[in-house]
């Protein structure tokens, strides 16, 4: 049980499957100056967490506390601080990758990686967004420059990513085509895809043409095969940050445009995603919550790639 010192967080010593994971007692952190202490009430979990539990990713070995966004209250403030206050609604993401944290009951970071809580979600749903928005505004409006009346193709549109992407790309006024399994395009039609797309029985490569922009979530072949959606002058954005650069490569001989990224954090891209949620215009998924002391079960239920929309740690 956590004191008024300490604080329980989800750890592990080694890398691997999920049995790996455990609750243990840490210090309460202190903020430092520009820093604020926020009490998390809500973390998201996503499959950039499970992938560093098994093979540690950016981080290296454990021991290590994952979790990167969050929706909590400020608890306290460091010297400096004047975006926020004692008692303010935050959502935030902590600087990626080593920011991690998150899957704890409290965290201490600088303030500009927070946001206010957008009064109409609760805890659960705002810490949803955090991370799959950042990584789904920066993809489609920072670096693909989406407009209105133009057609995009979005992988895996019912994921963590997609769904947000899904979204943002409807309240740009675009023209969504997403691809998921045949059940979940119903689900679909009903965050906005215009045109849903059968991954199993349909190649997209085939099935779809005159894109404007791509967004890839899936990595492996899938950034280069979109290239060929294209329509000339178009963009494929992989938020898969490393791979062949057979990408690059297709891009620049078929005159079209390949971006690989890596999420970052913004607090005016935040503030942004906010606004849209405070709008209703973009809301989370919600597949299932977890309390801290689930997180092994989280995160078996996250890796079997089944799930619609997001899974979110309750902190008590």
Not at 66 to 74: A, R
Not at 182 to 199: F, M, N, Q, S, T
Not at 202 to 211: C, G, K, L
Not at 219 to 226: E, I, K, L, P, Q
């Amino acid at each position: 049980m956590s004191t008024d010192t300490t604080m329980r967080a989800v750890s592990q010593d080694e890398l691997g499957g999920p049995e790996v994971l455990h609750l243990i007692e840490l210090p309460r952190p202190e903020p430092r100056t520009n820093e604020i202490l926020v009490r998390v009430r809500a973390a998201s979990l996503n499959p950039t967490d499970w992938k560093h539990r098994r093979k540690g990713g950016f981080l290296g070995q454990p021991p290590f506390v994952l979790g990167w966004d969050l929706s909590g209250v400020v608890e306290a403030v460091g010297v400096g601080v004047a975006r926020f206050s004692v008692g303010d609604d935050v959502i935030g993401m902590l600087s990626y990758p080593f920011g991690h944290g998150a899957h704890a009951e409290y965290v201490a970071a600088p303030a500009r990686w927070f946001a206010r809580k957008p009064a109409s979600l609760d805890h659960v749903h705002a810490a949803a967004l955090p991370l799959v928005s950042l990584t789904a505004w920066q993809a489609l409006i920072e670096n693909a420059d989406l407009q209105a009346g133009q057609r995009v193709l979005i992988h895996a549109a019912a994921g963590g990513v997609g769904h947000i992407a899904v979204q943002i790309a409807k309240a740009r006024g675009a023209y969504v085509i997403g691809t998921a399994s045949a059940p979940k395009h119903d689900y679909l039609r009903g965050i906005g895809v215009d045109e849903p797309i059968d991954y199993r029985t349909t190649d997209f490569a085939e099935a779809v043409s005159d894109v404007d922009v791509v967004l890839d979530t899936m990595g492996r072949d899938y950034s280069t095969r979109s290239l060929r959606v294209l329509r000339p002058g178009g963009i494929v954005v992989s938020i898969l940050p490393t791979g062949s650069n057979d990408f690059y490569e297709a891009a620049e001989q078929a005159n079209l445009r390949a971006v690989r990224m890596l999420v970052d954090t913004s607090h005016a891209h935040l503030d942004a995603i906010a606004e849209l949620a405070e709008q209703g215009r973009i809301a989370a998924t919600i597949a299932q919550t977890f309390s801290l002391e689930d997180a092994a079960q989280a995160h078996r239920i996250g890796e079997e790639n089944r799930t619609v929309g997001k899974l979110v740690f309750v902190v008590d």
